[in-house]
């Protein structure tokens, strides 16, 4: 008889229009009612024994856009009822995500173990909004949203960008979108030029060509050439798959391009009768167009080959406000590569201080390192102080104990204040004799007129 009606309260379950749905112990998902296929716009054949891991997918044709949601905070395993506000689009849709609320609820045996999780989906409301949500969960959530956003208005999804810095570089990523012309990114060593170049092929070119990438400083001059004539000669060759032919070539420390390559490409480009023909070229550099020019690294030719479209990369200390969603994104892709009993969801307080704290020299590229070691490093749920590799701690100590550096003058406004002062002085010990001062300091007496006026300093009668 308690069969029956267990039956009986399955089939009332999953025959609900209330969004319900029960993951097991090894995180699948055994029930997926009516009301979430009516809310996801997946079904339950689609998604059932699929694991819901602890990540964030804002691609809505994917599996993963929903178990991802469904995944519960650790500590709902640990015994721990939970309530956490998501955003849940549906699988055909295109209208904005809704605001709802999950409320996990763990069901524990005997013993007080957890063998299943409960979910249950309502809408979110001022009435039902949790008080104090968790740190973990605000991060997660807002991750999850911005990559929604960002997916939908730009077409790009693998860019986190909340600060002013990064919104600036969307802008200009949104202009070079969809077009041919070169593109020079302009950025310190791990500002992510890579990836940007990366995301901005497949945003033009989803599946039809490859994004090729050539390290210019870690090639021979022979092999650079090789290469690039090698790569030219494929994107007009129409016999190779679609896929196979070079949509973007990326040049990492263009810089390092010998002069005669940079000719070669000018060349490419100028004689071109179609830009279509050719693999769209994006390059990165450490320093200024303009002072690449002056120092004589790059010709003439190339620099207004790239000049018209640069889109500047902030460094790591001047985004703030991506900091935490960085953070949070390099932790749940561990989730989605490593596949461990337990998933770590979140930073400790005291490590989420240490981070804003740290200057984070190697940007990006050591902020994803610092965050896969101390994943490999974590026995909980949430990454703790002793968790974060001996390169971080030993850095983050350096810094500290490192005086601030005082801000330095600009070196032509420190010329000109010494220039001045100099000229100041001279006329004081002339007693304002223009003729005497010039002679003082080596200048005819037209020359010493013209600094004086440049200056700023007064051209009172001898």
Not at 3 to 26: C, E, I, M, Y
Not at 321 to 328: E, S, V, W
Not at 366 to 386: K, M, P
Request: proline fraction near 6%; charged fraction near 25%; charge should be negative.
């Amino acid at each position: 008889m308690a069969a029956k009606r267990s039956r009986n309260w399955d089939t009332l379950v999953t025959g609900s229009h209330t969004p319900s749905f029960v993951l097991n112990a090894q995180r699948q998902l055994l029930l997926f009612n009516q009301g979430c296929e009516e809310l996801f716009g997946w079904t339950a054949k689609d998604l059932l024994n699929r694991e819901c891991r602890y990540v964030t997918e804002p691609d809505a044709s994917q599996p993963e856009s929903v178990t991802s949601i469904l995944a519960p905070p650790e500590e709902v395993w640990q015994g721990e009822s939970v309530a956490v506000p998501t955003f849940i689009r549906h699988r055909t849709s295109n209208e904005k995500p809704q605001s709802k609320l999950i409320r996990f609820t763990p069901l524990l045996d005997e013993e007080g173990v957890c063998q299943a999780v409960w979910g249950n989906i309502s809408e979110l409301t001022t009435t039902n909004r949790p008080e104090r949500a968790r740190l973990s969960h605000t991060i997660h959530t807002e991750l999850a949203a911005i990559r929604i956003s960002l997916r939908q208005k730009y077409g790009l999804d693998r860019l986190i960008a909340k600060s002013p810095a990064m919104n600036c570089v969307l802008e200009q990523v949104q202009l070079a979108i969809g077009k041919q012309q070169p593109v020079c990114l302009i950025g310190e060593r791990g500002t992510g030029k890579q990836h940007l170049a990366s995301a901005i092929h497949h945003a033009h070119n989803p599946q039809s060509h490859a994004f090729v990438p050539l390290r210019c400083h870690n090639l021979t001059d022979f092999q650079l050439d090789e290469e690039l004539r090698e790569l030219f000669a494929a994107s007009g060759d129409e016999q190779l798959p679609a896929g196979l032919q070079p949509g973007t070539l990326y040049l990492e420390e263009v810089e390092h391009l010998p002069r005669e390559l940079q000719e070669w490409l000018v060349a490419q480009y100028k004689h071109s009768s179609s830009l279509k023909a050719l693999p769209r070229l994006i390059v990165g550099v450490r320093e200024k167009l303009e002072q690449l020019r002056e120092a004589e690294t790059i010709t003439a030719d190339f620099y207004y080959l790239l000049a018209p479209l640069q889109i500047p990369l902030p460094p790591l200390r001047e985004r703030d406000a991506d900091l935490p969603l960085l953070a949070q994104y390099f932790l749940e892709e561990c989730n989605r590569l490593f596949e461990l009993d337990q998933q770590i969801t979140s930073f400790h307080a005291n490590v989420w201080q240490q981070l804003k704290l740290y200057h984070w020299p190697g940007n990006l590229d050591e902020l994803a390192a610092t965050v896969r070691e101390a994943y490999a490093n974590c026995l909980s749920s949430e990454i703790e102080l002793e968790d974060l590799p001996f390169s971080f701690r030993a850095g983050r100590d350096a810094q500290q104990l490192t005086e601030p550096l005082k801000q330095q003058e600009p070196l032509d406004v420190a010329l000109k204040r010494i220039e001045r002062e100099l000229i100041e002085e001279t006329l004081i010990d002339c007693r304002q004799n223009k003729t005497n001062a010039a002679k003082r300091l080596g200048l005819t007496r037209a020359k010493l007129y013209r600094r004086m006026e440049n200056l700023g300093i007064p051209l009172e009668e001898d």
